[in-house]
């Protein structure tokens, strides 16, 4: 498993395999996103791993298993153990050992989610609090929620994403109505992201720049090979 590990790279750990961590961690592989999970149960690490799962055992709050877990060469990790104390910790030292990392953390206390940020987590997210706006949602507007749901859980082919627009992308300067990257795989374009702010339904005359974000819904091998197209040259 280590072996398999260390071949990877622009992968996301997972840090706790339980509820919350498995939702992740399906998340992450039908979108076709390489994950390692670090879990210190040794009956659910050996379940995962009958699964095919990528998993490594132990302790994710130890410097020595973040390293195993290649955080030095990750795109992302979330960590969702089960006290905010420990997410705390694992978070200081995922961000001591890679300041190009997204790190996102689960916390129960809402009140706590400013330390997390203050000392390196990209987002920290409440679920009591995610799960109260659901509920709001579902009593007043049950339609919209429906929509979604059918969109984007019972067809579990298709992910609301962001794609950026990379550095030396060849669409850089170009029109959105000449992104063949989008058209060519019916991708559907919903907003943009520039300078920190979102344009929805953007012009079609709008020229694409470098760091722009775009996001789209479609299914993830589209999104996949979208992704590709523009941050190539």
Excluded: W
């Excluded at 690490?45 to 290649?70: P, Y």
């Excluded at 795109?75 to 990392?101: C, H």
Aim: net charge positive; glycine share 8%; proline share 3%.
């Amino acid at each position: 498993m280590q072996k398999s590990v260390r071949k990877l790279s622009h992968h996301y750990i997972v840090c706790g395999a339980g509820k919350t961590g498995m939702h992740v961690v399906e998340e992450l592989v039908r979108t076709k996103r390489p994950c390692v999970i670090i879990e210190q149960n040794a009956e659910r690490a050996e379940r995962l791993t009958e699964q095919k799962r990528m998993v490594l055992q132990g302790d994710a709050t130890e410097d020595s298993m973040l390293t195993l877990a290649g955080v030095e060469r990750a795109a992302g990790l979330v960590t969702t153990l089960p006290s905010d104390k420990d997410n705390l910790f694992v978070v200081i030292t995922a961000r001591g050992m890679s300041q190009k990392l997204r790190i996102v953390a689960k916390i129960s206390d809402l009140g706590s989610r400013g330390k997390f940020l203050r000392n390196g987590a990209d987002s920290a997210v409440s679920a009591n609090f995610i799960g109260g706006l659901r509920m709001a949602s579902e009593l007043i507007r049950p339609d919209a929620v429906s929509f979604l749901d059918t969109m984007l859980r019972d067809n579990s082919d298709l992910r609301v994403e962001d794609i950026a627009v990379g550095a030396h992308s060849r669409y850089s300067g170009a029109t959105l109505a000449h992104c063949n990257a989008l058209h060519e795989h019916g991708i559907l374009l919903v907003s943009m992201k520039r300078d920190g702010l979102y344009t929805f339904n953007p012009p079609s005359q709008t020229k694409l720049q470098a760091g722009d974000s775009l996001i789209v819904i479609g299914t993830p091998e589209q999104i996949q090979t979208a992704r590709k197209a523009l941050n190539h040259s």
